[in-house]
């Protein structure tokens, strides 16, 4: 066990956070571009099943579990505008919401940490 494996479980939160704000930033950028699709991101913690490496000569293959990973997707809605756009600002902005409080939670995760760290290295 590491010193700093609460840190490494919230690092790739914080990646999604971050990669989410600017999906977020995006749309909005898009809001009036006719023909845009709303993004969004899907968080993958990990996958067992998609990557394999061979394990020894004998050419045996094995699955590997990869680390978390993130895929970005066009939104389907059948609220489209006469633009075509289907990006709702209002929604957007609650998400931008909703992601800000998400990255604050896991800074605060992450500080939290550090600062326990700090207190075993002083022996306070």
């Known amino acids: 066990m590491g010193l700093f494996n609460g840190v490494d479980e919230v690092v790739p939160y914080l990646d999604y956070t971050w990669l989410k704000h600017k999906v977020i930033l995006s749309n909005l950028a898009n ?32 699955p590997v579990q990869t680390g978390p990973h993130f895929d970005i997707l066009e939104k389907e809605s059948e609220l489209i505008g006469n633009d075509r ?14 992601n800000y409080i998400a990255y604050e939670t896991y800074m605060k995760m ?9 207190t075993a290295i002083k022996g306070q």
Do not use: C, G, W
Request: hydrophobic share 35%; no cysteine.
């Open 31 to 62: 809001a009036d571009t006719p023909h845009y699709k709303e993004l969004n991101v899907r968080f993958v913690p990990f996958e067992k099943e998609l990557a394999l490496k061979i394990t020894n000569p004998k050419k045996q293959i094995q």
């Open 85 to 98: 756009n289907n990006v709702s600002i209002e929604e957007q902005m609650a998400q931008a919401n909703a």
């Open 110 to 118: 992450i500080s939290d940490n550090i600062n326990e760290l700090n």
